[in-house]
T-cell receptor, first 112, second 114 residues
Framework: DGGITQSPKYLFRKEGQNVTLSCEQNLNHDAMYWYRQDPGQGLRLIYYSQIVNDFQKGDIAEGYSVSREKKESFPLTVTSAQKNPTAFYLC???????????FGDGTRLSIL | GEDVEQSLFLSVREGDSSVINCTYTDSSSTYLYWYKQEPGAGLQLLTY?????DMKQDQRLTVLLNKKDKHLSLRIADTQTGDSAIYFC??????????????FGTGTRLKVLA
């Protein structure tokens, strides 16, 4: 989706290191989401934010942190506390009531 | 509990119709969605249906909703090799906090044989 940019496309993490995944959108959507996708599984919600300066934990928030200082940006930090971070991370936005979620192209995180 | 179930694999011949099925558990879901994911990419919205509808057609895609059985299906007519991908069903329903959440199925991998 051209309106949602995730970077980098590939990311490698060393032991004990925090890494930050970027998600930027120009769709003027209020709500933003982070999902984790593991092989053969559906998407699991990590964090979501419905408005600037506010965010809530999803189903698997442990070991992750987020911020929402600007409407356009919702970065996800994978901390050293996340012991199994290898996965495909997807950012999504939503324009409002009943509107479907739109997804970025994802970031694949691997352990060095 | 909340759950969205899909079969893992489907294989069809080029030119045939594909039918991908999904069952969900939350009867209060308001919208149901179908997404397509190609290798290494994000999810692309294909179509969605409001819960008070039984059917929605969009070119080669037909969505059928049986709310009584909590069953959703996606039919792709004249399936092409470019339709090979993983297809996700998702429901959107309310949560006690007053907001809502999306629940995604595990995805169905469609393989189209030439």
């Amino acid at each position: 989706d051209g309106g949602i940019t995730q970077s980098p496309k590939y990311l490698f993490r060393k032991e004990g290191q925090n890494v930050t995944l970027s998600c930027e959108q120009n769709l003027n959507h209020d709500a933003m989401y982070w999902y984790r996708q593991d092989p053969g599984q559906g998407l699991r919600l990590i964090y979501y934010s419905q408005i600037v300066n506010d965010f809530q934990k999803g189903d698997i928030a442990e070991g992750y942190s987020v911020s929402r200082e600007k409407k356009e940006s919702f970065p996800l930090t994978v901390t050293s506390a996340q012991k199994n971070p290898t996965a495909f991370y997807l950012c999504a936005t939503e324009g409002g009531m009943g509107q479907p979620q739109h997804f970025g192209d994802g970031t694949r995180l691997s352990i060095l | 509990g909340e759950d969205v179930e899909q079969s893992l694999f489907l294989s069809v011949r080029e030119g045939d119709s594909s039918v991908i099925n999904c069952t969900y558990t939350d009867s209060s879901s308001t919208y149901l969605y179908w997404y397509k994911q190609e290798p290494g990419a994000g999810l692309q919205l294909l179509t969605y249906i409001f819960s008070n509808m039984d059917m929605k057609q969009d070119q080669r895609l037909t969505v059928l909703l049986n709310k009584k059985d909590k069953h959703l299906s996606l039919r792709i007519a004249d399936t092409q090799t470019g339709d090979s991908a993983i297809y996700f069903c998702a429901e959107r329903g309310p949560v006690p906090s007053g907001t809502y959440k999306y629940i995604f199925g595990t995805g169905t991998r469609l393989k189209v044989l030439a």
